[in-house]
């Protein structure tokens, strides 16, 4: 995390970094640029080359060990534009996690814009919708700017590929992506090849000269004969890591040095190479450090020492940096180290090789570690590689509902989804009901189904994290939400679940929103009024925020149906500020508290916030599917009422298809069925020319068109055989409706409408 500030500003005048915290987890190291060590070759060649060059994509692709990332920090250290770095690893194959640390990397110059930093706190649909355009607004007005993304080559995601692609598209002018990376990366390179957009150095390029690798030997200090290096140079052909570990393999073999640039761990010339010139000579005390400690994705004094069960690690990872071997520290008080990827990689093969049976145990104690620590994440990986499912399944049951609601949604797919590939979903059912849910939110019907019948056949072997004594109220809570058997057993399901949860449960806003839904579906709006006043409750108490906002706009839909007016805006306001407080903006419960929040300015005659509102909620609604067929139901029919009250006769088509198909598939839905008849009756009377009237009188459509001309107020009255007064009364109403304030700006949101043709029909009927 990023240290107490100590200054206003750093040693080159610009903002001290640790001043801008942003509102979000990251780890330093990775948000900074790789400090330069004394007696590294200078690239100036290259660097030169990457100064000059005016394209706005560079790739920088080559076998580990080239000296990619020094190149890079070489560059960074003469280049006078700012460079925002951000060194990847797997965690940002999630695009919320990839964003995030970009954010963390730009804050290093300089705090970001507020609008920035909310678009990073929700979940991942709403990437594309707002955080990166955002994002890539903030690169704009900092440009020139070169952002690096270091070791490129670990992401692999759609999400993030796409979310790189689409900052590349936005880029500005003078502004420089740059991705390093062991592979070509998986980005729609052609396109930028054929127009000249970018630059590639491969590992031709990055090789060393003649001149730059007898640099390189001379400034390890080793002795040799000009024989010997001449060999060498032939034989690494210009790889500096190769270059550097031999030079370093020809010295003394009993301490460790931290290579620059280190190598491929699965590489077999290099795996021999390490072996035959410097891990064979190592004592065994340090080999054996070496290869226990590579379970570790970062290390420290006290974690190791849990892990080895023994002591001192701490002064051995200390000996370990000062020899300058394949050990990064990740602050700046050294207490905290990782091994390079290519070094941790042979090590841990070299520990399957010599001591298999000891993995898992070294996980395990990493896992008991993490955990007492707090950190439940690393833990939950740990226990995962230990092979420990029974541990990993009773951590992820315990943390998913954070994890989801801070809105890392493809960080918990990848876990549900290695308990699915491990096929341990039945030995695990309290894993499986929660990846039930996860989907129903997702709205995957038919992975929710496979999940819940995987919970209901498993079977549960101790306490459950909230406290239940089995699933079986789960599994009675999740058949309530996805109502298969109709409102009684709806009801059934979620009453059976109440009576099973334990009561500080965090299952029980779901089941009691479930409990008040079905009571709605049954036509007892009083008792359904409560049950969801008591979700609501709840779901406040345990932080679920889609739970309370659904349950906030069912009480404000209710409170509009009995007049409550006052009350129904309020309860509409509530859920609004929820959601848009929340990190899982988008969301099924958005599409119901948008069209919840349509309803309310629709009976206050703001027309247009109204529509921005139902198209807002409309946007949603594939996420809404029949893997809750009570909610996707009544908001298409919210929505639907929205339309008949604007007269647009094109949605109200499109909904009306879709209402039918969730009737035909999820029958028993009692009162929804009879308000969606309702609604197709209320339908047929929208004339089918509407384009969208917005509620406007009779006499107000009439005004509306001669509002285009240039006829005064005064004219005008007398052309319609009314008052000047009226006219102006007229005009205002219109004006309110159509949430404008000028005559210009009036007819320009009556054509966005659609009214045109609809207003010269009229007209033309009048006369």
Request: net charge negative; proline share 5%.
């Amino acid at each position: 995390m990023v240290g107490a500030p100590r200054s206003a500003q750093d040693a080159g005048g610009r903002p001290n970094p640790a001043l801008l915290e942003p509102p979000f987890d990251f780890l330093e190291s990775r948000v900074l640029v790789p400090a330069l060590r004394a007696g590294m070759v200078s690239r100036t060649a290259l660097v030169n080359r990457l100064r000059a060059t005016t394209t706005p994509v560079a790739t920088l692709v080559a076998p580990a060990g080239y000296g990619k990332t020094t190149l890079l920090a070489q560059w960074a250290e003469r280049d006078p534009r700012a460079f925002v770095w951000v060194t990847v690893d797997d965690r940002d194959n999630d695009p919320v996690v990839l964003l995030r640390h970009i954010a963390a990397a730009l804050m290093r110059e300089g705090p970001l814009d507020e609008r920035v930093l909310s678009a990073l706190r929700v979940s991942a649909p709403s990437v594309w919708s707002r955080a990166v355009p955002r994002l890539a607004a903030e690169l704009a007005d900092r440009a020139p700017v070169v952002l690096v993304l270091d070791d490129f080559n670990l992401l692999h995601s759609r999400g993030a590929l796409e979310t790189v692609g689409a900052l590349i598209d936005d880029e500005a002018k003078g502004s420089m992506l740059v991705a390093a990376a062991r592979v070509a990366p998986k980005l729609r390179l052609a396109p930028l090849r054929a127009g000249g957009r970018l630059v590639e150095l491969g590992a031709d390029a990055l090789a060393l000269s003649k001149r730059e690798a007898q640099m390189l030997l001379r400034a390890t200090g080793v002795p040799m004969s000009e024989v010997q290096e001449a060999q060498l140079i032939e034989q690494c052909e210009g790889w500096p890591a190769a270059l550097y570990l031999a030079a370093l393999s020809i010295r003394d073999g009993e301490e460790l040095s931290d290579g620059p640039a280190p190598l491929h761990g699965d590489d077999r010339y290099l795996a021999d190479y390490f072996h035959t010139e410097y891990l064979d000579r190592l004592r065994p005390g340090p080999l054996r450090f070496l290869r226990r400690t590579s379970v570790l994705d970062r290390m420290s004094g006290p974690l190791c020492d849990a892990v080895l069960d023994d002591e001192g690690s701490g002064a051995q990872l200390a000996k370990i940096e000062r020899a300058n071997l394949f050990l990064i520290p990740l602050d700046s008080r050294r207490e905290s180290y990782r091994y390079h990827h290519l070094f941790r990689e042979l090590l841990q093969r070299e520990l399957a090789e010599h001591e298999p049976e000891l993995a898992p145990v070294l996980h395990g104690r990493a896992a008991d570690w993490f955990a007492a620590a707090g950190d439940d994440e690393t833990a939950l990986d740990h226990a995962l590689a230990a092979g420990d499912s029974e541990r990993a399944a009773e951590i992820l049951a315990a943390i998913a509902p954070r994890v989801y609601q801070s809105g890392r949604v493809a960080t918990l797919e990848d876990w549900f989804g290695r308990f699915e590939r491990a096929g341990l979903l039945e030995q695990h059912p309290a894993v499986a009901l929660h990846g039930c849910r996860f989907h129903v939110l997702r709205g995957d019907l038919e992975q929710a189904e496979a999940w819940l019948d995987a919970g209901a056949r498993g079977r549960t072997r101790s306490r459950l994290p909230d406290g239940s004594r089995s699933v079986a109220p789960w599994i009675a809570v999740m058949r309530a939400w996805m109502c298969r058997q109709g409102a009684v057993q709806m009801l059934t399901d979620a009453e059976l679940g109440l009576a099973g949860l334990a009561p500080e449960s965090d299952w029980r806003p779901s089941a009691l929103l479930a409990r008040g839904a079905a009571l709605l579906l049954l036509g007892e709006n009083e008792r359904a009024d409560e049950a969801l006043a008591s979700a609501a409750a709840c779901a406040e108490e345990h932080d679920s925020t889609e739970t309370l906002v659904v349950a906030l706009a069912e009480r404000a839909l209710l409170a509009a149906k009995v007049g409550n007016q006052d009350l129904a805006e309020e309860l509409s306001r509530n859920a609004t500020e929820v959601m848009d407080a929340s990190h899982v903006e988008d969301a099924p419960a958005r599409a119901l508290e948008q069209a919840t929040a349509a309803q309310m300015l629709l009976h206050r005659g703001r027309w247009n916030e109204a529509r921005a509102c139902l198209d807002a909620a409309q946007a949603l609604l594939p996420q809404l599917t029949l893997a809750i067929p009570w909610l996707a139901l009544q908001t298409r029919i919210e929505l639907g009422r929205g339309f008949v009250t604007l007269r647009d006769s094109r949605a109200l088509e499109e909904l009306l298809d879709e209402i039918d198909g969730v009737l035909e598939r999820a029958p028993g839905l009692a009162t929804l069925a009879a308000a969606a008849d309702e609604l197709r009756q209320e339908a047929d009377a929208v004339p089918e020319r509407g384009g969208g009237a917005t509620g406007l009188t009779p006499a107000e459509l009439r005004l509306l068109p001669l509002l285009a001309t240039h006829l005064s107020f005064r004219q005008i009255a007398e052309q319609l055989y009314v008052s000047r007064n009226t006219i102006k009364t007229q005009a205002i109403s219109v004006y309110r409706k159509l949430g404008v304030s000028s005559r210009s700006d009036a007819v320009a949101e009556a054509q966005r409408l659609g009214l045109g043709e609809h207003l010269r029909v009229l007209i033309s009927d009048k006369k």
